[in-house]
């Protein structure tokens, strides 16, 4: 049973997070796992605590997570997550705190694999804001109060990704929401994580050597016309060039319903190099069309027979 609250106020309980690790970010899945830290803490007016349990000193005291199941315990968990366990090498990492004012901390090593609803709509520019919900499975909103603790989210100083800049956690915001299932509003607690996709990669493996190939595209401009086997050549190949580029990229992310910048660039230089192409059949019909009225007005001219 729930610790008992004054005037029917429900039961508060102070949520923080420290985010140790994040990798795994999946673009065909959609998700991206997490690896973290949950420290809880509520007050339990109900317990009689011996003072001799305190050391010297101490205002608190460190018990085995056993001593948890004895415990009221609030039941949150992430609305938004697929898996998510508590991690484990010989016992779980997991730990509770008594304060001597009655207060329980509950702290725990745990990971996640969250859902993010990604949009590549910017891609290979897209900045990418993933939400963990934490919210109250059993108790509603009139029973239990989830509420960021003063430290919130913080993430681990020297965490680096290798696609991504992560910025600091976005919009840490207390809300309600409403389960059609269990017809009640729940307290929830909502944080933002921002991914900004790093260009680096693409810039040298995608950006300079289709710029490169486009160039190249551009020298059958001070190709003779007669030199019909070269420059088609040199022009189909790059064609073939950027299509191959452009279906290996297509491979890094998942087939999506609109286009994407990606996608702009690289019709962009297809179009070029056929713009290319294009010139050249153009100028060559010109050039045989005014090779051809040449010949005719050559012939036209009567020719003086000497005597």
Known sequence: ????????????????????????INVEDMDFRVDMFIRQRWTESRLDMPDDIFEDGDDY?????????????????????????????THKFSSVTL??????RYAARMHAILACQMEFQLYPMDIQSCPIFIESFSYSNQKLRLRWAEDGVTLNPELKLLQYN??????????????????ANFSRLVMYFRFERQIG?????????SILVVMLSWFSFWIGLDAIPGRVTLLVTSMLTLVTMFTGLKSDI???????????????CM???????????????LDVRYQLQKNARIASVPRMLPL
């Open 99 to 104: 304060y001597r004012n009655k207060t329980v």
């Open 254 to 268: 998942p087939p999506v319903a609109y286009v994407k910048a990606l996608d702009l660039w690289m019709a962009g």
């Open 61 to 89: 005291v460190t018990l085995p997570p056993e001593f948890f199941d004895n415990l009221w315990q609030p039941d949150p968990y992430i609305l938004n997550s697929k898996v998510s366990e508590i991690a484990v090498l």
């Open 201 to 209: 990669h693409h810039l040298i493996q995608t950006f300079a050597p």
């Open 271 to 285: 179009v070029f190099v056929f713009a290319a192409l294009g010139e050249f059949v153009v100028v060559k019909v």
């Open 1 to 24: 049973i729930r610790p008992p609250s004054p005037k029917g106020e429900p039961v508060t309980v102070d949520f923080s997070i420290y985010i140790v690790d994040i990798n795994s």
């Open 166 to 183: 992560v910025g600091q956690p976005l919009e840490l915001t207390e809300t309600t929401g409403y389960m059609v299932e269990r017809e």
